[in-house]
């Protein structure tokens, strides 16, 4: 009878390749799919404000038409703010994704606070960069990072969430 051996996988015994690999992979993640999630959580946010104006009678919403009009229109604008939700939220994804990289555990595994945590740097150098000018357009890019970041992990809570050491 033959004695089979068992190995416990833990971090130290990776394959540092494998590692790198992890770490490029939340980079990439968050590159190109963190500035399309966060524009359609401006889209989200313009269709709320313009059904809010809608549905209370407070004003015409964003336009000078009808509410109505603003909320087809913010239907009709959505492929134009994916399309250049790179040019505005590019860098921010490209910075969060680094962050993430970096500061992710041995395994490339971090949680809900980090990733919560990770869009604040590239945020605060933007709203250093806009000034006081900027501050409202700084805020919700920031908020909307935050909000980008958090969903990527929860939707790819499975591949970046903490799990203990398999047997």
């Known amino acids: 009878m033959t004695q089979v051996e068992t190995k416990l996988k833990t971090p130290e015994a ?3 390749g ?3 690999g992890r770490r490029f992979a939340i ?13 359609l959580f401006l889209i989200a946010g313009a269709l709320l404000t313009a059904g809010a104006s809608v549905f209370t009678g407070n004003g ?16 009709a604008l959505t492929p134009l703010v994916l399309m250049f939700s790179y040019l505005f939220g590019g860098l921010q994804a490209a ?11 041995k395994e490339g595994r971090f949680g809900y606070i980090l990733a919560v945590l990770a869009p604040v740097p590239p945020g605060l150098v933007a709203l250093f960069v806009m000034g006081r000018d900027g501050l409202s357009g700084g805020l919700a890019l920031g908020l909307l ?3 980008a970041s958090v969903t990527l992990r929860f939707v790819f809570r499975k ?9």
């Open 14 to 16: 990776a394959d540092p």
């Open 18 to 20: 494998e590692k790198i």
């Open 27 to 39: 980079f990439c993640v968050y590159l190109v799919l963190g500035p399309p999630v966060g524009g």
């Open 60 to 75: 015409d919403g964003i336009s000078s038409g009808s509410g109505w009009d603003t909320i087809f229109g913010v239907f």
């Open 95 to 105: 910075a969060t994704g680094l962050f993430l990289a970096v500061f992710s555990g």
């Open 145 to 147: 990072g935050i909000l």
């Open 159 to 167: 591949s970046f969430g903490r799990r203990p050491p398999e047997l």
